[in-house]
């Protein structure tokens, strides 16, 4: 199966809406809005246009990813940024093709060459960590609700981006709306 990953384009925004939706339904720790949840973070502020990326395949979307910003903010009102994982999401009949996996290096990638040092994401413990993530508590990161440790992850997309950085996630106001 030959794969491309690009920015996503204005031209898209239908197709991963729907994609996301049908990536999302059968999951059951989900609140199935994830596709509302896109659509807020691409009118904020938190946007950046060039990790917005899809997988496609034969002409059909299969694949989306968002990598956005957030803030870690200590207890001294200190703030570092970061980027936050949300969502990953591929078509239900092209899961287990490892879509999902190039698109994260993907993003990796990018965001590594804009000069980003970090990503956090709240998901499955069992997928992540192959990809190089570890729980947020290693680095003395937590996020601002209540949800399982081994669901809160993070990876230093350069080494030491985490260094001396503590605190909570301070995610923009999309996720919460």
């Known amino acids: 199966m ?26 059951e720790h989900s609140d199935h809005r994830e596709q509302f949840l896109v659509e807020r973070l691409r009118n904020s502020d938190a946007f950046v246009p060039e990790l917005s990326l899809v997988a496609e395949t034969g002409g059909t979307l299969a694949g989306h990813i968002l990598l956005t910003k957030v803030k870690i903010v200590s207890d001294c009102a200190e703030e570092a940024g970061s980027l936050a994982l ?65 669901c809160c992850m993070a990876i230093e997309l350069t080494e030491g981006a985490l260094c001396n950085i503590s605190g909570t996630v301070r995610y923009p106001d999309p996720f919460f709306e």
Not at 9 to 25: N, S
Not at 120 to 136: D, E, M, N, Q, T
């Open 86 to 150: 949300a969502p990953v999401a591929v078509l239900p009949a092209y899961q287990g093709n490892g879509i999902g996996g190039r698109l994260i290096r993907a993003a990796h990638e990018k965001a590594r060459e804009m000069g980003f040092g970090s990503v956090i994401l709240l998901g499955h413990p069992a997928f992540y960590p192959k990809f190089g993530y570890r729980p947020l508590k290693e680095f003395g990161i937590k996020l601002p609700f209540d949800v399982p440790d081994e």
């Open 2 to 27: 030959s794969i491309i990953i690009r920015q996503e384009e204005p031209q898209d925004f239908e197709a991963v809406f729907g994609l996301i939706r049908q990536a999302f339904e059968g999951e």
